[in-house]
């Protein structure tokens, strides 16, 4: 698939369908493909700067874009056109994650802060403050009820949703946190750093489970599959890792792209891993 006129920063499939592919690019805009002959529905224009975090909503019905010039956007799938602007960070947007029923979002940002949203009326509920630092990655768990988040300040923090309230704080990487990944039931969480390693943890305890160590540069980007057998690993060293989620042992380590790697997702079976690259180009593997 090719067509972006800059680097491919943000990647992600509509899962559980798996149909469709949407790419965020330093362009400006997000295009919507055909995950299975590349086919080229919408090009999502109306940022202003590069686009740097996007996601389906679990339905697949609606796609929210995260900016660098300090919004969000939610888009409709099946036309393509924007559905609303969700103003109120100070700094730009730098990950984004929509909750089970599709009805909130957070959005993540270097102002040190991530913002719960509703998805309906675009309001924001209320703001998750305590980094000391910017914001890298924020996600929702499988039901909702809590969300990390990951930050340049080298801890990870485990919020709960409703009262927006800090319920843990992990530390233990040496350098800056870069991503920040529930698995599908949200007993653990993994957290992708600078240091070259990720962290696997178990999310009720707090307790740290395994260490991944095997890249050669920093870890931009982590993911569980929709199974929570498997960790991939998206890396500046220009290639991936797949890692099991129970020993932390490397199973598979994929190579083929010419430049860094920012973007890994896996598709709701778990037998195919689309990659993004500074190379400019995305890469399908099965694995």
Not at 37 to 62: D, K, M, W
Request: proline share 1%; net charge negative; aromatic share 8%.
């Amino acid at each position: 698939m090719e067509g972006h006129k800059n680097v491919v920063y943000a990647i992600a499939f509509n899962n559980p369908y798996g149909d469709k592919i949407i790419t965020g690019s330093f362009d400006k805009t997000c295009k919507l493909w055909n995950s299975e002959t590349g086919e080229l529905y919408h090009t999502l224009r109306g940022h202003a700067t590069e686009i740097v975090c996007l996601s389906f909503n679990p339905q697949g019905n609606v796609i929210s874009t995260g900016s660098m010039d300090n919004t969000a956007k939610l888009w409709d799938t099946e036309t393509g056109a924007e559905l609303c602007t969700l103003l109120g960070h100070t700094a730009e947007i730098v990950s984004l994650s929509f909750n089970q029923a599709g009805d909130k979002l957070i959005t993540g940002s270097f102002d040190h802060t991530t913002k719960l949203w509703d998805v309906r009326s675009g309001r924001c509920i209320h703001t998750f403050q305590g980094h000391r630092g910017e914001i890298s990655s924020c996600q929702f768990d499988w039901d909702g009820g809590k969300c990390i988040t990951g930050s340049i300040d080298r801890t990870c923090k485990i919020w709960d949703v409703k009262s927006g309230q800090c319920m843990n704080t992990l530390r233990g990487h040496n350098d800056e946190i870069l991503d920040v990944s529930f698995n599908a039931t949200g007993n653990r969480l993994v957290t992708a750093s600078a240091d070259c390693t990720a962290r696997v943890y178990n999310t009720m305890t707090g307790a740290l489970v395994s260490i991944l160590v095997g890249h050669e540069g920093e870890i931009s980007k982590v993911a569980f599959n929709p199974q929570a057998t498997k960790i991939i690993t998206a890396s500046s060293d220009k290639t991936c890792h797949v890692w099991s989620a129970d020993s932390g042992e490397c199973l598979q380590i994929l190579e083929g792209h010419i430049d860094e790697i920012f973007s890994c997702a896996f598709n709701y079976e778990g037998d195919t891993i689309i990659t993004g690259s500074k190379d400019n180009t995305c890469r399908i593997w099965k694995c």
